[in-house]
């Protein structure tokens, strides 16, 4: 583990300043990039031990973080 925050502008450089814009234009990708930021945040939290959880449960949180990620990928691809 990184222990290194994965912030959508961090992920997608190229795409940073259509991340803004979508975010204020597009109300679905908004909410997608809110929540991701969420749930990027508990990750984080949890690999630096400031909120430990059980192992399965920060499997768990990875694999949304990569879900919300892909679809992300999926809206600023066709952009």
């Known amino acids: 583990m990184t ?5 959508l502008a961090e992920e997608f450089p190229e795409q940073a300043a ?3 814009e979508l975010k ?3 109300a679905h990708f908004a909410k997608l990039a809110d929540e991701y ?3 990027n945040r508990a990750v984080h939290r949890a690999e630096t ?9 920060e ?3 990875r694999k949304a ?4 990620k892909d ?3 999926a809206i600023l691809s066709k952009a």
Do not use: F, G, K
């Not at 973080?65 to 919300?68: G, I, K, T, V, Y």
């Open 3 to 7: 222990h290194t925050p994965h912030e």
């Open 18 to 20: 259509m991340i803004s």
């Open 24 to 26: 204020q234009s597009d």
């Open 37 to 39: 930021h969420e749930i």
């Open 49 to 57: 031990n400031v909120e430990p959880v059980e192992e399965l449960a």
């Open 59 to 61: 499997v768990e949180m």
């Open 65 to 68: 973080r990569a879900a919300l």
């Open 71 to 73: 679809q992300i990928w």
